[in-house]
C-alpha cells in the first residue's frame, strides 16, 4: 500500500475520459433496469454526437484530468500544477483573478506568480474547484457564436456569483467556493445541447413557447431530459459527488421544510437551483418572474425581494469590475444589460439631499478666506459620486510642464487605477476630449452608440474604461481650458436634464474656488 502510495504521489496518468461504456449510478426516478439502460444509451449516442465536434474531446480531458486529482487523496501541489498550467489561457485567467480582489485582498497586486505560489496563499481546494469552473466558463465562451450563447455563458458565471453571494448571507456553514462551482454546473445538460446541438435547443425552445415546461419539452426532442443528460454526462467526467447531487433539480427544497433536516446536498441543490433561476428569470421572456423566484425561496433563505436584488447587483458588479480578466464584453451583453434594468430602480435615484445640502456647503466654503481649492474640488467630486450615485468620479487638472491632462483625484470603480493612465493632451485630432475644451461644451452621453460620438473615443479612452454612458464638464478659465470633470454610470437615467443642470452648478463653483485662489 506503501509503494502505491509513494508512486501516486509521483505523478498520475491522465488519459481522456472514456465517453462510452461507463455505467451510471442507480437513478432515484427509473426503477425498471431497461428504462435505465435506454437512458444510459441515450446519454452515450448524445456525447458521441458532441464528440464529433474538434473541441469536445479536449475539454472533457481537461475536465476529467482536473477531478482525477479533485477526486485523490495523494494529491500534491505539484500534481495539480501541472495539471492547470497545461493551459495557458486557464493559467493566465486564474493568477489574474488570485492577484485581484477576487479572492480577497491576499497580496498586493502582482505578487503571486505562479499557480503554485498561489495554491499556498490562497489554498489548494479553492484554486481546484477555481479550476474547475473556469474550464467549463471558458469552454463556453469560446463556443459562444452568438449573443445568445454568449449570454448563456455569462449567466453561468452570474449564476456563480450570485450562489457565493447566498452563501455569505445566509447559509455560511457551507463553502462559498463549492457553492460557485455547483451553481456553474447546475444546468449542465442544458449547456451541453445549446453549444453542440443548437437544432435541438432551438426545438425544445419552441416547445416550451407553445406552453410546455422544459422538462417535458426536452423529454420529447431529446428522449431524456435536461436534468437526466446533465446528470448522466457528470457522472461520466467523474464530477464530484457533491456537484453532481446539485444537479437533481426534482428535488429541491418545499418551502415548509425545516432548516434543522437540512443536509450540504440540500443546501448546495437548493443555491444553485436559485441562483440560477434567478439568472433565468432576469435573462428571459418568459413565465418564470423575479418576484416568482424570490416568493419560491423565501422561506427557505429568508431572503426580501429587495435583499436578492442586492445580491444580484453585488454579483454583477464582481462580474464588471474582474470583466477584462474574464474577456467579458459588458456592452454586449443582453443579460448584463437586463440585469442593470432590474436593479436601476433601486439604485438610479440621485439623492437630492446630498446634492442640495453640498452645493450650499461649497458656496459658504468658497466665501471663507482660508480655503483652497484643492480643498473644494475634493468635497465636489464627493458631492458628485455620492448625490448623482455615478459608478466612477474623476477630475484632470492640466500639468503646466507637462501640457497633459491627468487625473488628480477621483472616487469609484477601478479609481486608483485609473491614476496613471487616464491623461491626455489636447492635440489636432477630434477627440470628444479636445472638443469638450476647446469648444467649452458640456457633453453628456446617454449611449455612445447613438450619439454621434463614436468615432471621437480616443484608443486611449477605450483601452482602460469600458462605459457607454457618461459626461464630461470642462474647467475653462479665462479662455483657457485648465481641467474637466468626468463621470460615467450605467443608469441613463441620472443623466435628465432636470438633474444634470445641478452637475453644471457644482463645475461652476469649482471654477469661482479656482479663479479666486490664482
Known amino acids: 500500500m506503501a509503494e502505491d502510495k509513494g508512486t501516486m504521489r509521483s505523478g498520475f496518468e491522465l488519459d481522456l475520459v ?28 448524445y456525447l458521441k454526437k458532441m464528440k464529433s465536434k474538434g473541441d469536445f474531446p479536449i475539454f472533457s480531458k481537461q475536465l476529467g484530468d482536473i477531478n482525477r486529482i479533485l477526486s485523490s487523496d495523494y494529491a500534491s501541489a505539484n500534481d495539480i500544477a501541472n495539471v492547470i498550467t497545461q493551459e495557458f489561457s486557464l493559467t493566465n485567467k486564474l493568477l489574474k483573478l488570485v492577484n485581484s480582489s477576487f479572492y480577497g485582498n491576499f497580496t498586493r497586486d502582482g505578487d503571486i506568480t505562479t499557480i503554485t505560489q498561489s495554491m499556498i496563499i490562497v489554498g489548494t481546494n479553492q484554486i481546484q474547484k477555481a479550476s474547475t469552473s473556469l474550464i467549463h466558463f471558458e469552454h463556453l465562451q469560446t463556443n459562444s457564436q452568438t449573443a445568445e450563447l454568449m449570454d448563456i ?9 450570485i450562489a457565493k453571494d447566498i452563501v455569505s448571507q445566509k447559509v455560511k456553514k457551507i463553502d462559498p467556493e463549492e457553492a460557485f462551482i455547483c451553481s456553474m454546473f447546475h444546468n449542465l445538460g442544458l449547456h451541453l445541447v445549446m453549444f453542440y446541438n443548437y437544432d435541438d435547443f432551438e426545438k425544445i425552445k419552441k416547445r416550451v413557447e407553445l406552453g410546455n415546461d422544459r422538462k417535458t419539452a426536452s423529454r420529447e426532442v431529446l ?27 426534482s428535488k429541491v427544497f418545499e418551502n ?3 432548516t434543522s433536516s437540512r443536509t450540504k446536498k440540500d443546501w448546495l441543490l437548493n443555491i444553485s437551483f436559485c441562483a440560477n433561476e434567478l439568472c433565468r428569470a432576469v435573462s428571459e421572456e418568459s413565465e418564470i418572474t423575479f418576484s416568482a423566484v424570490v416568493k419560491r425561496f423565501r422561506t427557505v433563505f429568508q431572503l426580501p425581494e429587495k435583499k436578492t436584488k442586492e445580491l444580484v447587483e453585488s454579483a454583477f458588479n464582481k462580474i464588471i469590475k474582474h470583466s477584462s480578466t474574464l474577456n467579458i464584453d459588458v456592452n454586449k451583453s443582453n443579460l448584463l444589460s437586463r440585469v442593470k434594468s432590474l436593479i436601476a430602480n433601486e439604485k438610479s435615484k440621485p439623492n437630492k439631499k446630498v446634492i442640495f445640502d453640498g452645493i450650499h456647503k461649497i458656496s459658504e466654503t468658497i466665501q471663507s478666506p482660508d480655503y ?37 483625484y477621483g472616487k469609484g470603480n477601478d479609481f ?50 469600458k462605459t457607454n454612458t457618461f459626461v464630461l464638464y470642462p474647467i475653462v ?22 438633474i444634470q443642470k445641478h452637475m453644471k452648478t457644482l463645475r461652476d463653483l469649482a471654477l469661482r474656488a479656482i479663479k479666486q485662489r490664482i
Open 153 to 161: 455563458s455569462i449567466g453561468t458565471f452570474l449564476s456563480g456569483m
Open 372 to 408: 483652497t481649492y484643492h480643498m473644494v474640488l475634493a468635497d465636489i467630486i464627493d458631492i458628485m459620486y455620492e448625490g448623482f450615485k455615478y459608478d466612477r468620479v474623476l477630475i484632470c487638472i492640466k500639468d503646466i510642464k507637462t501640457e497633459e491632462f491627468v487625473c488628480r
Open 416 to 465: 486608483l487605477d485609473l491614476l496613471n493612465s487616464f491623461r491626455f493632451r489636447i492635440d489636432n485630432t477630434k477627440s470628444i476630449f479636445n472638443i469638450t475644451l476647446e469648444r467649452q461644451r458640456d457633453i453628456v452621453i446617454t449611449d455612445l452608440k447613438e450619439s454621434g460620438y463614436g468615432d471621437k473615443i480616443p484608443e486611449w479612452f477605450q483601452n482602460i474604461i
Open 477 to 498: 478659465i479665462q479662455g483657457v481650458p485648465a481641467g474637466l470633470f468626468y463621470a460615467d454610470t450605467m443608469y441613463k437615467s441620472i443623466l435628465d436634464s432636470n
Open 223 to 249: 428522449g431524456i431530459s435536461y436534468e437526466e443528460l446533465g446528470l448522466g454526462v457528470a457522472k461520466k467526467w467523474g464530477l464530484p459527488d457533491y456537484i453532481v447531487q446539485s444537479m437533481e433539480r
Open 256 to 258: 415548509d421544510q425545516k
Open 18 to 45: 472514456d465517453l462510452s461504456g461507463v455505467e451510471l449510478g442507480s437513478e432515484d426516478d427509473s426503477p425498471k433496469v431497461s428504462k435505465k439502460r435506454d437512458k444510459e444509451k441515450m446519454i452515450d449516442n
